[in-house]
């Protein structure tokens, strides 16, 4: 049973800065750098608010793995980043409706849905 694995390793991951910088893109629907209020972003930024991130400037290699049942990275916002990122050399979609976000890491056949795969990208690069 891996419930007692999964429990004794969260919360653990992120910080209180993230889930807050992630809630303001879900709630702005822009994919931009942290809003730190008008101030804090002219000190920061200089400028109102915040900017976008410019994919365009991620050049090297990049491996995509998504899922229907991811409810976090959804399928929309990860064909979203396909067409903004200039060198997506994997798009891969885990075919199992169920597969969600915590899949991805605690799922019993993540290997061959996603590790192996995964693997074989990171050793052409």
Same mark, same amino acid.
């Given at each position: 049973?891996?419930?007692?694995v999964?429990?004794?390793?969260? /919360?653990?991951?992120?910080s209180?800065?993230?889930?807050?910088?992630?809630?303001?893109?879900? =709630?702005?629907?822009? %994919?931009? +750098?942290?809003?730190?209020?008008?101030?804090?972003?002219m000190?920061?930024?200089?400028q109102?608010?915040?900017? +976008?991130?410019?994919?365009? =400037? $991620?050049?090297? /290699?990049?491996?995509? *793995?998504w899922?229907?049942?991811?409810? &976090?990275?959804?399928?929309?916002?990860?064909?979203?980043?396909?067409?903004?990122? /200039?060198? $997506?050399?994997?798009?891969k979609? &885990?075919?199992?409706?169920? %597969? =969600?976000?915590?899949? *991805? &890491?605690?799922?019993?056949?993540?290997y061959e849905? $996603?590790?192996?795969?995964?693997?074989? *990208?990171?050793?052409?690069?």
């Amino acid at each position: 049973d891996l419930l007692p694995v999964i429990l004794a390793h969260l /919360p653990a991951g992120t910080s209180t800065h993230t889930v807050n910088h992630y809630t303001q893109i879900i =709630n702005s629907g822009l %994919f931009s +750098m942290y809003d730190y209020g008008t101030i804090g972003n002219m000190n920061h930024y200089g400028q109102r608010t915040p900017p +976008m991130f410019n994919l365009t =400037n $991620v050049t090297p /290699p990049v491996g995509l *793995f998504w899922s229907d049942g991811d409810w &976090i990275a959804t399928a929309q916002d990860t064909a979203q980043l396909a067409t903004e990122l /200039p060198n $997506v050399a994997l798009n891969k979609r &885990i075919d199992k409706a169920e %597969f =969600n976000h915590f899949d *991805f &890491i605690w799922a019993l056949h993540a290997y061959e849905l $996603v590790y192996k795969d995964l693997l074989d *990208f990171l050793s052409q690069y």
